[in-house]
């Protein structure tokens, strides 16, 4: 008696326990997010716990129902989902899929584990588990969007661009094929987005960017690189694929306006640079670049073109990469000095002024001339503290020489648009002109043309500001540019330097002979002063002055000089 009453206590334990941890268990499936399916083959039961009929719309009671469940998945996860809920054919303890159901987005993770009868090996029960993963695929998919696709023209964009072209490169590499990459870029963008404003402008990047992928296929990807700048890689560039169909078909299109909405419509040019593979290069990376040096080059030399990148490009940029990285150091260390070329006036003899010429040294002790590094130092920008410091160290040196020679003649000093173009320019130079305490009259600036054709308007308006300060302004390089003598009439300037190119063949080439003539009377009646520059025969200094050119720069009088032999000259002048 007192052995069954222990037996029942001890059943009637374990049955509590047991009750304790069904509600346990109850407990923690409600609360976890999972919904749980549990199969029994032997009475073809099911059980189940979670909201299974937020995403089924049909009763689970036995395994025959399950079948059910394919009627909402996306018909391409429908076999391997087979899998995963029937272990038991697939012959697998688990299985796990994630697929998406066919009505909205929602997205399922399926698992499941089989148990089978130890014994016989017959499988016993099975539980499947499953979980909405919406959100974290939503994400991963946005990210992955993001990742490859650019926001504003729904293109791939350029990280995703290159990792392609990286793939095609190796399999070029393997097929011994040719890649060919064009790099478009409109034209006057900037001109758009300031005139038309910020809207038309990303719409026209937009509009623009789908014709683009029009061309896109297996074997050509299309990329929005960055602001109007897009890609085309086209791989084995043949037939209707060749780099000149395709770019004339590109040409083509653009005769003709693109629509925009509210009904404007607007017509434009592009300019495109175009590198092989493996041609030009033979990485991926590289390819690009070329591929837009060349861009910039035919946007350079007058917009509206196709240019080839051909490997001499490559070594110029990289040397002018060299260049502008020596020309940092060199201004931070300082490492420039001025030289002086005498400019003589044509009848006395008698000098005029010095014109201040930049000389700089690199490492090697290699004088580099201005005519290379000048225009780096103004595509980069450097060229504002490098002419600043040409400003000062000119209206120093020639403040020393006022007190040694009591001199009157002029100091000419050549000056960049950039730096022209900066609001504090004048304030600057008057600043710079008070400490030295030099006399505004003594001081030329050299411009040229380039200076005149941006905001003509404006740049007239500071020349009549420097004049009214008794700053002399001078035209440089007259006759390179586009030198309408009509535009001279009326421009506030004093001197006007006519180019070396004149005085080289003025004595060879007639109709030079007549130009030079004709600019030397005209300049004269318009009381301008006139500079011949790069005189270095005795028979071109002759001819300057029987036609009345005022005065004479060049090596026959003078090479440019450093300050202690100018000295000397100015001396010998008194
Ligand atoms: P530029 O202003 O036209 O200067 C005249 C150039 O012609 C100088 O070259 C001078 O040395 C050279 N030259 C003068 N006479 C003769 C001659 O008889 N025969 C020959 N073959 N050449 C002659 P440089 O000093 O090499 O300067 C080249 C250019 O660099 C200058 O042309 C100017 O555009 C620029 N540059 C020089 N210094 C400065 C500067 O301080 N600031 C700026 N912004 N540009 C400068
Ligand atoms: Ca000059
Ligand atoms: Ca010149």
Redesign the pocket.
Known sequence: MGELQYQLDLLHAMNQKLTDNLEMYQVICEMSESIYVYCDFEHNKIEMVGQFDQFFPFPLVSMGDLEHIFEYVREEYAEQLRDVIYPEYAQKEHGSLECCLNRGSVWLRFESMLICDERTGRPKTKIIRINNISKAKMQNEELQYLAYYDLMTGMYNRNYFVSILSRWVQKAQEEKEIISLICIDIDDFKKINDGMGLVVGDELIQVFGQFLKEFAGEDIIVSHANNDVYYMAIYAPVGAHSTESITERINKRLEEPFKLTQGREIKFTVSMGIALYPESTQSAMELINCAEIIMLQAKMSGKNSIRYFESPVLEEFKEMIEIENQLKKAIRENKFE??F?PQFDSGSRKLRGA?????WWDDTGHMV???VF?PI??ESGM?VS??DW?IDE?IRIYSVWQKKFDCTFIMS????AI?YRKPDFVPNLVKILKKYNVDPKYIEL?I?ETVLIKDFVEVVHQLRVLKEYGIKISL??FGTGFSSLSYLKGLPIDTL?I??SF?DTVLIDHSTKVITESIVSMVKKLGYETVA????TEEQYEYLKDIECDNI????LG??MPAKDMELVIERNQ
């Open positions: 001025l030289y070329q014109e201040a010429l930049i000389r001339s201005p005519a000048i130092a103004e060229i490098i002419g040409v000119a000093i050549n000056i960049s730096q050299e040229t440089d390089d330097k180019d070396k005085v520059e790069g005189v270095e720069q060049g090596y026959l090479k440019p």
